[in-house]
């Protein structure tokens, strides 16, 4: 029971570089999201899917970018690294409404942009 | 804005206990609330999910109570154990499309043996 898979656990990067944080699901769920967690601010939502071929912000979607080729797969691509994105980042998936809603997290990727 | 808060922040108590954590919401037009537990270094494990419909949900030594109106949630855990120990976060979703959740800050609990 894989669930949600993410990678890298960890990474540093400096001011400017760009990196994409992997993320896959084993339960053909339909949705899909981001989230990033800081100390003191809660988790907030980055960029959410609902299927292929369809994405949409979040709360804090600037400097990410996301895209959804597959119902498995949803990448999130730092475009150029800052140090506020230092955070711990979460993907998560769910069925659609009507179904079971439960949340299942990833474990996580903690990242530092120095 | 939906706001969520989760009091207390930190609680410590003896093995055994009974005790409640508690999760308010500024705007009671909620599709859901769950309950999520968190470990250090961990992801989040949804412990109880609350349709708006419902007044709660139980699962083995865990009960969720929904007050909609009122705009709040109580999560019941019941002869507390050490490995209870963690990080509990209440979040809500607003609607029934994808939009995500709002999550408290949590209550950081310790259980002490």
């Known amino acids: 029971n894989a669930g949600v898979t993410q990678t890298p656990k960890f990474q540093v990067l400096k001011t400017g570089q760009s990196m994409t944080l992997q993320c896959a699901q084993d339960m053909n769920h339909e949705y899909m999201s981001w989230y990033r967690q800081d100390p003191g601010m809660g988790l907030r939502l980055i960029h959410y899917?609902?299927?292929?071929?369809?994405?949409d912000q979040g709360e804090v979607p600037n400097g990410y970018n996301v895209s959804r080729s597959t119902t498995e797969d949803f990448p999130l691509r730092l475009l150029s690294a800052a140090p506020s994105q230092t955070s711990v980042y979460f993907c998560?998936?769910?069925?659609?409404?009507?179904?079971?809603?439960?949340?299942?997290f990833g474990s996580g990727t903690q990242l530092s942009v120095l | 804005k939906q706001e969520v808060t989760q009091i207390p922040a930190a609680l410590s108590v003896p093995e055994g206990e009974n005790l409640v954590l508690n999760c308010s919401f500024t705007?009671?037009?909620?599709?859901?609330l769950q309950w999520f537990r968190q470990d250090p270094g961990k992801g989040l494990t949804s412990l109880l999910l609350?349709?708006?419909?419902?007044r709660e949900q139980t699962s083995g030594r865990l009960n969720a109570s929904l007050d909609k109106s009122s705009g709040r949630s109580t999560l019941y855990i019941a002869a507390s154990q050490p490995g209870d120990s963690a990080t509990y976060l209440c979040?809500?979703?607003?609607?029934?499309?994808?939009?995500?959740?709002?999550f408290g800050k949590g209550t950081h609990l310790i259980i002490q043996p």
């Open positions: 609350i349709q708006s419909s419902q």
């Open positions: 998560a998936s769910s069925r659609k409404p009507g179904q079971d809603e439960k949340l299942f």
């Open positions: 899917s609902v299927g292929a071929g369809i994405t």
């Open positions: 979040a809500v979703k607003r609607g029934g499309g994808a939009d995500g959740l709002t």
């Open positions: 705007d009671s037009a909620i599709y859901n």
